[in-house]
């Protein structure tokens, strides 16, 4: 494991801290990744059905207007520790300080949930409430995607992840910046 896969697995934490926790679970458990102690835990069964109870949880929940606000709430806390585990729990061979790679998952994480926090109630105000369980499962097929690449082709996961935080923050900002420039009416 190297840094670029804890780094990438950081960021669909952001959105949905039990993907990544399971798929670097299951990868450690039929030994496509050798995580080191005590994060080798983490490929335990007790440890995997776990992460899945939280996971359908989190499905769950993120899928209904109002609760979904409510669980990112609560998430500010899941989200932004499971980015930082992640990054801490791939970079045994010492090529980065653990308190780096620990920071650096962290602020990933909490980064990439802070635009998931802020967009989720604009979609839902837009859509009146329809837009959320649509969201909510692009968001998980994206943390799915982007966990398998982290494990799989680190560099690419990178990279994808990388111009998904661009797109995002300049579409969040253009739409804010819309949003400014509508004329207010008064009735």
Known sequence: MDVLTGITLAAPAGVNAYIPLLALAAAQRVGWVQ????FD???TWWAILLITLFLII???????????????????FVRPAAGGFLALSTTGDGAVAPWLALAAGVIIAGGVHALKATSRPLINVATGGTGAPVASTVEDAGAVGISALAIAAPLIGFITVAIAIIASVWGLSKLRRRKAEEPVTVD
Do not use: S, W, Y
């Open 58 to 76: 989190e499905i769950f929940a993120d899928k209904i207007p109002a609760v979904d606000h409510v669980n990112d709430v609560i998430q500010t």
């Open 41 to 43: 835990m983490l490929g």
């Open 35 to 38: 995580l080191r102690e005590p």
